[in-house]
């Protein structure tokens, strides 16, 4: 497609994980994207993007990109009526991949502001700008909890994990009912939890996947750090200590509620299949963008041990004895990885069969331990985000 035949688009969420990947490689395929965002204590909407721009090496295709600094929940996007205007003529296509993604019960208020009530602004936009298309980036989780089969269809779950999934399920509805109203085809994309890029293992965002393993790493170099300059007491204490081969032996029993699996999916992959459905999947229709391929906490122990060189961690599944003695790194680790829990054994399985993206046979990988080390070493590289921009 060349850039003339490609739809200008309005896209919301760039300065954020996915909407920034999605945004570098639109604009590398050749779209004209008009980034939809605001300004923050770390730059204006401008200044966060260019380096964004210069993290992804394509600060030479500034030309494809406008910027409009937006608020949902004003009037007209919160923009003077002739730049609203100009705005709407100039959109074709909108794809719709902001949101709070806080699992925090503390900021439902804000959740819902931002992932439901921001909803009125743009669907108006979308029906102003007469756009041809509305794409939603949703999750898979949409599917709420006591289900196991998730299926490609809108979600009628009551009860959720938190109040983040609460919101995309709330907000998928109500977007599909108005695109249905107005006329507006509507493609609802649903990732399950996306890591970095499997083939360089780069990524932006450091939760999910690697928050256990950012929480182990910290208790092991805790540990680490007494035994080398510390005399080793409280290790020695805790029944940690140093084999002779130099691998440390910690022992972590982590309790997962069931056997389950963890569906994760790299950013590249949710990219390339965001842009087939956007490119190919003319009627629109509801996409789980999951790992038919699922990997398991067992799996990434194993991997986590063999590239921390680490010995004693332990997966159980069942629930957690009342009395239970844990360790200070058990402690630590249970208090890291609560918000994460119910995603790391999870026994759902994601529909993957809406025909559109089937026939196209675009899967992503299994999590390999090269893909695995490829992304950890990174994270590590970039102090887990803090050194990346
Ligand atoms: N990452 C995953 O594993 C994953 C998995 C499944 C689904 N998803 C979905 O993918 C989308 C992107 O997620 P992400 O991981 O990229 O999230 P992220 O890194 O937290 O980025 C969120 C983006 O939304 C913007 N945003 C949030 N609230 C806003 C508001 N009130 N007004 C304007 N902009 C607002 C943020 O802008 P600021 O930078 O200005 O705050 C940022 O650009 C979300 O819809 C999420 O539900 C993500």
């Known amino acids: ?58 600060e030479a295709l500034d030309g494809q990109l ?41 900021k439902r208020e804000n959740v819902f502001k931002s992932n439901v009530a921001s909803l009125k602004g743009i669907l108006d936009f979308a029906e102003d700008s007469k756009a041809d298309f509305f794409h939603y980036i949703s999750t898979a989780y949409v599917a709420g909890t006591g289900v196991t089969y998730c299926k490609e269809i809108l979600s009628s779950a009551k009860s959720f994990t ?8 709330a907000a998928e509805n109500i977007i599909s009912r108005f695109c249905q109203k107005s006329s507006i085809r509507l493609s609802i994309i649903r990732p399950s939890i996306v890591y970095g890029d499997s083939q360089t293992g780069r990524s932006l965002k450091f939760n999910a996947l690697y928050f256990p393993i950012r929480s182990a790493q910290s208790i092991r170099d805790i540990y680490l750090n007494d035994l080398y300059n510390n005399g080793g007491i409280k290790a020695a204490k805790n029944g940690i200590y140093l084999d002779k081969d130099g691998y440390l032996f910690l022992p972590l029993k982590i309790y997962l509620p069931e056997e389950g699996y963890l569906n994760i999916i790299p950013v590249d992959y949710f990219v390339n299949a965001t842009i087939k459905i956007i490119e190919n999947c003319s009627q629109g229709g509801i996409y789980h963008l999951t790992n038919n391929l699922p990997t398991t906490m067992k799996i990434v122990a194993k991997y986590y041990e063999q ?36 995603y790391l054994s999870d026994k759902r399985v994601f529909d993957r069969t809406n025909a559109c993206l089937a026939t196209d046979n675009l899967n992503p990988p299994e999590f390999t331990y090269e893909i695995f080390k490829k992304c950890i070493e990174y994270a590590i590289s970039v102090n887990w985000g803090q050194s990346i921009l």
């Open 162 to 169: 938190n109040v983040y999934e609460e919101s995309k399920a």
């Open 1 to 58: 497609m060349s850039l003339q035949n490609k739809p200008t688009t309005a896209l919301t969420g760039a300065t954020g994980f996915l909407g920034s990947h999605l945004m570098a490689s639109m604009l590398t395929t050749g779209y004209r994207i008009i980034a939809l965002g605001r300004s923050n204590k770390e730059g204006t909407l401008k200044e966060r993007i260019f380096k964004l721009m210069r993290w992804f090496g394509i």
């Open 307 to 342: 590239l921390m060189k680490v010995r004693g961690v332990e997966i159980i599944y069942g629930l957690q004895p009342d009395n239970l003695l844990r360790n200070p790194a058990e402690e630590l680790f249970d208090r890291f990885i609560e918000p994460y829990r119910p």
């Open 66 to 106: 406008e910027l409009v600094e937006i608020d949902f929940l004003k009037p007209f996007l919160g923009l003077p009526e002739s730049e609203y205007k100009e705005l709407c003529a100039k959109t074709e296509q909108i794809i719709h991949c902001a949101s709070d993604t806080s699992f925090s019960e503390r």
